[in-house]
């Protein structure tokens, strides 16, 4: 069955506070987008891997990358309208299942895409990878109201694997109705479809604030190695 993989990589990155969004950032040799892109190119089972691109993105032909499955497409003013962009440029030649993965996501173990790939496609649903939230959990705004039972709480991480024809429906659905949309599963439990939640590593982090940077350069470093 085909997959096409996605990278949504089209945000400005302003809670970064930083001149370069932070795709660009380089980090242990390498800029963010060149070690999310290397990982992926592990992947034998990709047929192509589209990033989707901000309109005047000036930095993406200076990046060396050598898999000729990378393209570009352009992306949109929010993540989800980077991906059903991403899918629309797919459409002529349409894959079995995509395979969407934040550009801000470098850190991401590969033996985990594969475990995603593999009990997605046994199961024939889609999923994504998850890991279970370790901290106590509190709702409220300046002084905490209630503790939130935690043993049924996952946090959503990337990839996310769908089936082609079903996240496109789900995306121009959701999109279309204003619901807001932050990763491929919300717009597919919004269609009432199942969501696996595969168990991955807590440490493929989103790099989002300073201090992820710091984290995430010393994590590269130590798989670089
Ligand atoms: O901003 P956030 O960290 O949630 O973005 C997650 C991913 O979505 C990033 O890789 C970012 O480049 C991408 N994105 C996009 N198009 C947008 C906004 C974010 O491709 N309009």
């Known amino acids: 069955q085909t997959i096409a993989a996605i990278v949504p ?5 302003s809670r970064m506070q930083h001149t370069t969004p932070k795709q660009y950032i380089s980090l242990a040799g390498k800029t963010i987008l060149e070690h999310t892109l ?3 190119s592990q992947l034998p089972q990709l047929n192509s891997i589209v990033v989707a691109l901000s309109e005047t993105d000036p930095y993406f032909d200076d990046l060396t990358l050598a ?4 393209v570009r ?10 991906v059903l962009n991403s899918l629309l440029f797919l459409a002529a030649n349409p894959p079995a299942w995509v395979l969407v993965h934040d550009a801000a996501r470098p850190l991401v173990d590969i033996a985990d895409i594969e475990r995603l790939i593999a ?11 998850a890991s279970k939230v370790k901290d106590t959990i509190k709702r409220g705004q300046s002084h905490a109201q209630q503790t939130v039972p935690r043993d049924d709480l996952w946090q959503a991480l990337t990839p996310q694997l769908f089936k082609y024809d079903e996240l496109k429906t789900a995306l ?3 999109l279309n109705s204003g619901v807001t949309i932050t990763d491929e599963a919300s717009a597919m439990e919004w269609a009432n ?3 696996k939640l595969v168990a991955g590593r807590s440490d493929n982090i989103k790099i989002t604030t300073p201090e992820d940077l710091d984290l995430a350069g010393f994590l590269l470093q130590k798989q670089n190695n």
């Open 9 to 13: 990589a089209a945000g400005v990155g």
């Open 38 to 40: 290397a990982k992926l």
């Open 67 to 70: 898999d000729p499955r990378i």
């Open 73 to 82: 497409a352009i992306g949109g003013k929010e993540r989800a309208d980077s």
């Open 119 to 129: 009990q997605c496609m046994q199961a024939d649903e889609g999923g994504i990878l």
């Open 172 to 174: 121009q659905n959701a």
């Open 193 to 195: 479809k199942p969501v």
